[in-house]
């Protein structure tokens, strides 16, 4: 019904979004993570299916539903949601990424269960994952569209600059995680937004679902 009532205007284009958080094991019961509910990913998807897309959401570890129209790909390590994600884009229209993915892993300790059996500290070394959003700029067509989000704990533009050019995206959206009610965990969302052609623009804070509509809009200026 929803559908029926919102604006078709992205009818056709096949949308790929990461979202969540990645988790990457150390031992046989332990991993590293990070708090990501997902949200700003689901909104992105959820806007994206009721304006006519055809949505593959590849998700990290999350706690979320979505409608039978979309799909969805669960993954767990950054690894699996790069190599997901890699299978995927030649088929897409749209990329956006949203997955807080760790950007280290663990060198894995083993299989079993680490016993602390008397240390007093603990070292583990980290190995670097792939830039799963890059990956994605680097193979991008002429034809495709890649929107990336930034997350920082201070003024979010020179960042989102960097970023936007680094990973060959078309829209940046950034904020600073730090502030009240933006980031993770949260309904809301304080957003820079930037494009490639450097329209920048600073929105209030806004329900991610606004957020996501807005970016949707914003996308499909040109
Ligand atoms: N991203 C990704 N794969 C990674 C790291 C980040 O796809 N391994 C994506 C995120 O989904 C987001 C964008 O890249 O859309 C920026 O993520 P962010 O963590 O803000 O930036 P990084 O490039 O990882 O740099 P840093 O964490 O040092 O700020
Ligand atoms: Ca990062």
Known sequence: ????????????????????????????VRFWSNPSSGIMGACMAMAAHLR??????????????????????????????????LDLWPLMDIGCATAAVADFRPEPHGPGKFKKSGATSLHIDFVPNPDILKSLGDSKRAD?????????????????ARKLKAKGLDL???????RHGSGFRTPTNEMYVLDAAGRAESWPLLPKTEVAWRLWDHLLLD
């Open 1 to 28: 019904v929803l559908r029926a009532i919102s604006p078709q205007d992205l009818a056709g284009q096949r949308v790929l979004v990461t979202l969540g958080p990645t988790r990457e094991p150390w031992d046989g």
């Open 52 to 85: 006519g897309a055809d949505v593959t959401v590849v998700a990290g570890p999350v706690d979320l539903v979505f409608p039978s129209g979309i799909t969805v790909i669960p993954t767990q390590t950054a690894l699996e949601m790069h190599a997901a994600c």
């Open 144 to 160: 495709q569209r890649l929107i990336g989000f930034a997350a920082e704990t201070c003024d979010p533009r020179d960042e989102a």
């Open 172 to 178: 940046i959206a950034a904020n600073d995680v730090s």
